[in-house]
């Protein structure tokens, strides 16, 4: 497969994964309505962790020491984010929420450029400011910041080092292994903060197991295998500002199934959310063959 075809599939997948997660808002509502936030998370990456390493046991015997390690951390780093996300959700509200994680489009890049010395083109950097303020205009009516803000920047942040981590170390053949590596440090996170709880609690009913499957195989699972093999395919970046799309699909989802109803607002941020997609999808092939191209880093 060809760098640019390999790219344009990656896009695709990565895009795929970011509608299954807009999917998810209607059905997280219902269930955490149901059962504490801490043992829904806990049980649903348990029973991904499980699963994946049941299906994936050959390719992560096949990992090395330090890819084992490095995917391990990455769960580690995205368990802290969903926990730290998850805290501050219950401190503010999920239109904010929302706005600040999206936040990481921005704090890709600079960590991209500090830890690894990945330049990003003036373009790449346009389009993640556009996409901030398309999150804005899609999210916000106003908002203090406040505790619940600080918790979810500063998970925003660590998605950011998640994205930047991903996009360095992942490579395609590895894709299996690290993913199931990584959802075994994320369900370790997860299941700590049951801890206090004396452990997590199941799902109280058929139809919150049904939610609870559907967020650990297909949102979990699936999800995370499709962005580890897609970010070994596109840099840190570009990645980020692909799945800013999330949010555009929940509210997208949130109209068709009659939670919400369409405005304004949701037209015009999620047109320039997706104009910083296109923007940073189309901006490669007019530098097509030109050294600025090689920013995506080489990972074998």
């Known amino acids: 497969m060809s760098a640019a075809k390999g790219s344009g599939v990656a896009t695709l997948g990565l895009l795929a994964v970011t509608a299954i997660w807009g999917s998810t808002f209607v059905l997280i509502k219902d269930v955490v309505g149901r059962m504490a936030v801490v043992d829904f998370l806990a049980v649903r990456f348990a029973i991904?962790?499980?699963?994946?390493?049941?299906?994936?046991?050959?390719?992560?015997w096949r990992l090395g020491r330090v890819e084992r390690?490095?995917?391990?951390?990455?769960?580690?780093?995205?368990?802290?984010?969903?926990?730290?996300?998850?805290?501050?959700?219950?401190?503010?509200s999920p239109s904010v929420s929302g706005f600040v994680t999206g936040m990481y489009v921005v704090i890709t890049p600079i960590l991209a450029l500090l830890l690894f010395r990945q330049r990003m083109p003036v373009s790449t950097w346009f389009a993640a400011v556009l996409a901030t303020v398309g999150l804005g205009v899609l999210a916000l009516n106003g908002f203090t910041v406040d505790l619940g803000v600080l918790l979810t920047l500063a998970s925003a942040a660590l998605y950011a080092l998640h994205i930047v981590g991903l996009g360095h170390w992942s490579k395609p053949g590895s894709a299996f292994g690290m993913s199931a590596v990584q959802m075994v440090g994320i369900a370790a996170v997860c299941l700590t903060a049951t801890a206090p709880h004396h452990g997590p609690a199941l799902p109280p009913d058929g139809k919150a197991w049904v939610a609870v499957l559907y967020m650990a195989l297909i949102a979990g699972a699936f999800a995370l295998l499709v962005q580890t093999w897609a970010q070994s395919h596109m840099p840190a970046t570009r990645a980020a500002i692909v799945m800013t799309t999330e949010p555009v699909f929940a509210a997208g989802f949130a109209v068709v199934l009659g939670v919400d109803a369409l405005t304004v607002r949701m037209v015009v941020g999620g047109g320039l959310v997706l104009?910083?997609?296109y923007l940073v999808e189309l901006a490669p092939r007019f530098r097509r063959r030109r050294p600025a191209e090689a920013l995506h880093h080489e990972v074998g």
Request: proline share 2%.
């Open 275 to 277: 104009a910083a997609m």
């Open 48 to 60: 991904a962790a499980v699963v994946m390493l049941a299906v994936f046991a050959v390719p992560v």
């Open 69 to 92: 390690w490095r995917g391990l951390g990455l769960g580690v780093l995205y368990g802290f984010a969903q926990w730290l996300q998850t805290e501050g959700l219950a401190l503010t």
